[in-house]
Nanobody, 120 residues
């Protein structure tokens, strides 16, 4: 089984910064794309940013220029550096990974979510 464990959420004032981290553990042969999604109350879960195993990145228009995604393949971690945070960034943030695990089976895994609240 594969687990994704997130950390780094919290309460921050508008204009502030936060860094989210996610570590994958378990029987992992290879991790393809990793990413961060978020879900605000009453809204659908949306992609925030993703990064391929080779380092290619993709961002939602709403976070371009403010958020930076990075990963460490050796440590099986993915990070999201968030700057110039806005109240509309408030949501539960989820880590996601596309993983080849036991017996080469490919599955999509999710973390438990971490709350980010941007408020004065």
């Amino acid at each position: 089984q594969v687990q994704l464990v997130e950390s780094g959420g919290g309460l921050v004032q508008p204009g502030g910064s936060l860094r989210l981290s996610c570590a994958a553990s378990g029987i992992i042969l290879m991790i393809n794309d990793m990413g961060w999604y978020r879900q605000a109350p009453g809204k659908q879960r949306e992609l925030v940013a993703s990064i391929s195993s080779s380092g290619s990145t993709n961002y939602a228009d709403s976070v371009k220029g403010r958020f930076t995604i990075s990963r460490d393949n050796a440590k099986r971690t993915v990070n999201l550096q968030m700057k110039s945070l806005k109240p509309e960034d408030t949501a539960v943030y989820y880590c996601n990974a596309d993983v080849y695990g036991l017996k080469g089976l490919r599955n999509d895994y999710w973390g438990q979510g971490t709350q980010v609240t941007v408020s004065s």
